[in-house]
């Protein structure tokens, strides 16, 4: 074996355990509860890097347009937004309350038409959006902690008590 060859095995082994430190493998689960449906749904999304196909698509289809049975490819990274807020707020494997997911452009419309609080180009049509609810948590603690984490959009609506989260540009509303 030659020198460089020798230095190369070294250096890769001498650097092997920062790596895999650095990688976790633990599974991120995630539980919800839909408000409109009833259902519940617990589910390892991603384990270490690698997102769940399986997972994924119970999840897709638990955050349809629950008014139209609709469903779409939500955001992955919603879900990890998700993940650490539940993290953040102490309530790692706590069920979140979803109040609205996925929403179909027709829906979207729908809702519009009888609410000025309904964005045109709503990030809830291309999945990338939810509105949620943490029990036992309030909505304004849910709401600094989801700002806090400086990710997406943040939108809180105090008489509705819920929390707008989403995967868009960083910025805060109160409705």
Known sequence: ?????FLGLAL???TMPALAKKQSYRPRILSFYHRHTGEKVKVAYRIGNFY?????Q???NFMRDFRTDDVTMVDPKLFDLLYELNGRLGHPRGP???LS?????RTNAILRS???RVARNSLHIQGKAVDIRLPGISARWVRDSAISLNRGGVGFYPRSNFVHVDTGKVRRWVA
């Open 58 to 60: 119970a999840l897709n």
């Open 1 to 5: 074996m030659n020198r460089r060859h």
């Open 101 to 105: 997911a996925y929403r179909s452009p």
């Open 96 to 98: 979140i309350e979803i």
């Open 52 to 56: 769940q196909r399986d997972a994924l």
């Open 12 to 14: 890769s082994a001498a």
């Open 114 to 116: 009888t609410s000025r």
